[in-house]
Structures are given as C-alpha cells and as structure tokens.
C-alpha cells in the first residue's frame, strides 16, 4: 500500500489534507446557498409587507397605471394596423392615377369619377378598423364641443332657437376625443321674425289700454 502511494507522488497525509479541503470547499458552497436562500426569503417576505402597506390611493395608482399600460398596448396595435392600411391605399392609388392617366382618351367623367369615390369606401374602413366613429353626433341642439356651425337659418320660433337644422357633415370621434367636428345649420331666433306667444298678446294688448285710460 505504502509502494502504491509513493508510485503516485502521494502520502496519506497528502490524501487526507486534499479530503480536507474537499469537504470544506463543499460546506463552504453549501454555506452560500443557504445564504443565498434566506435572502430570497427575506426580499418575498419584504415585497408582501410592502405590499401590504400600500395605501388604497397607491393600491389604486398601481392598478390605473397597469390599465394604461394595457390601453396603450393595444392603441399602438390600432394605430399601426392603420399606418399599413393607410400605406397599401396610398400605393393603389398611385396605380389608379398611373392608369387614368394612361386612358385619359377613352375614359369618360363617371368612370374616373366612380374609381376615385371607392377611395371613400376604403378609408371609412380603415377608420372603423382603428375605432373612429364615424357620422351624426346625438345632439339636437348645438353642441359646441362636438358640432361647429356653417350656416344659419332664421325663425320667428323660440323654442327652434339653437336646434339643429340641417346636418351638412359627419363627426369623427375616437373614444372621448373629438377628432372632427361634424358641420351643421341651425336656427337663430330673429326678433324681426318673433312669434307672439297668446300669454304676450294679451299682454300687450293690457298694456295698450292702460295707456290709452
């Protein structure tokens, strides 16, 4: 035995202080991982007390930014899904000029007219598709906020002031956000044109006799 460890260089001191070492090297590692183990305890047990210590304005706070988060996802996949719609529109319409423009002899008025109103068709679809509401606000009566005035119709009608007389465009709305208003005639009362109520007749007429007495 003693023949065999010197053949290899080694004595059983040698052999004993390596085991040595050996072992404390794997006591050492086990060491760590206990370690490393109590510290990830220690970081989930402070998360859940943190947590715990929000107040419900944070708690709240938390929630409506993760929402956001969320929305914006999902705006951002509208809007690019819109960007490629708009994108492959605006290369078939390249070829539909190229090609009015090389039949321009033999096509008539309606013809070119009918190729560029299908354009109308395809961009409220590209709209829709990234949530645009698209046509009449319901509102009755003027509404600033959503509807602008282009023109005025005049009435002797009190009750007609300010209601809407005629819709001359739609509205475009995405969620709460106007994005155009829609384009409307209403009516203005106009005192030259003032109806008079029964109640004022009277009235006047009273008023009139008093003065005459």
Do not use: W
């Amino acid at each position: 035995m003693m023949t065999d460890l010197a053949d290899e260089g080694q004595t059983p001191s040698d052999e004993q202080e390596a085991d040595s070492k050996d072992a404390a090297m794997r006591e050492a590692l086990a060491d760590i991982d206990r370690r490393l183990s109590e510290i990830s305890e220690e970081q989930k047990a402070f998360r859940q007390d943190a947590l715990a210590r929000m107040t419900a304005r944070e708690q709240m706070k938390t929630v409506l930014a993760a929402v956001e988060r969320r929305d914006a996802e999902v705006t951002d996949k509208a809007f690019l899904r819109t960007m490629e719609q708009v994108a492959a529109m605006r290369e078939d319409f390249h070829k539909l000029c190229a090609g009015v423009r090389g039949k321009l002899g033999t096509l008539s008025a309606e013809e070119v007219l009918s190729s560029f109103e299908a354009y109308s068709i395809d961009l409220e679809n590209i709209l829709c598709d990234g949530g645009v509401y698209i046509g009449p606000f319901p509102y009755e009566k003027m509404n600033a906020i959503h509807q602008r005035i282009v023109g005025i119709v005049p009435t002797g009608d009190p009750e007609l002031n300010g209601v809407i007389a005629e819709r001359e465009s739609d509205g475009y709305k995405l969620g709460n956000r106007v994005l155009l208003k829609e384009k409307v005639t209403i009516y203005k009362l106009a005192e030259s044109m003032r109806i008079e109520t029964p109640s004022e007749t009277v009235s006047d007429d009273n008023e009139k006799q008093e003065d005459q007495q």
